[in-house]
């Protein structure tokens, strides 16, 4: 039985598993807001609205995967830290569900905080989609879509009772 597994995994090792991925930005704001989940020291707050999500994962499923998890990241550089990279939005894709994913309008999940005041003024905010290839047998990659948009943050904060 471990040798019939090891060849269905092998029969879809070479997939690349990509995808083009179409990402838009409504509106962004920045806030600078009190942290209540630590010090409570005030912290750089982002507010993406109106993500739009567009990709096909038709070519990525195969008998060999069973679903794929897909998140939403951006990725920026502060004075605190070279690289930031904060999860905003998430889907777990079912074989059983529709592959091709168009979704015009949803907001982040997540927040978007960043640990000190590294987001305002920030003109390269990447955002990109990623998933993960949930196999029926074999490895479980990572792979990042073809496709991503960069967000250009405001230069001052939004107004803010300094809360979120």
Known sequence: ??????????????????ADVNIKVGSVQVKNVADFTT?????????????????????????????IFLYLTAEYSSDVNALNQV???DKIVMREDAQRIDIPSVDPEYYFFDD?????????????????????A????????????????????AHSSGRI
């Open 116 to 136: 000190s005041k590294g987001l305002i003024g920030n003109e390269n905010v990447t955002l990109t989609l990623s998933w993960n290839v949930i196999p029926n």
């Open 1 to 18: 039985m471990a040798v019939l597994t090891f060849m269905c995994f092998l029969s879809t090792y070479y997939n690349d598993d990509l």
């Open 87 to 89: 999860v905003l939005w």
């Open 138 to 157: 074999g490895r479980l990659p990572r792979v990042q879509g073809l496709g991503s948009t960069t967000v250009k943050l405001p230069s001052t904060y």
């Open 39 to 67: 010090t409570r020291e005030r912290k750089d707050l982002a507010i993406i609205n109106n993500l739009g999500v567009k990709v096909d994962l038709s070519q990525v499923f195969n008998w060999n995967v069973k679903e």
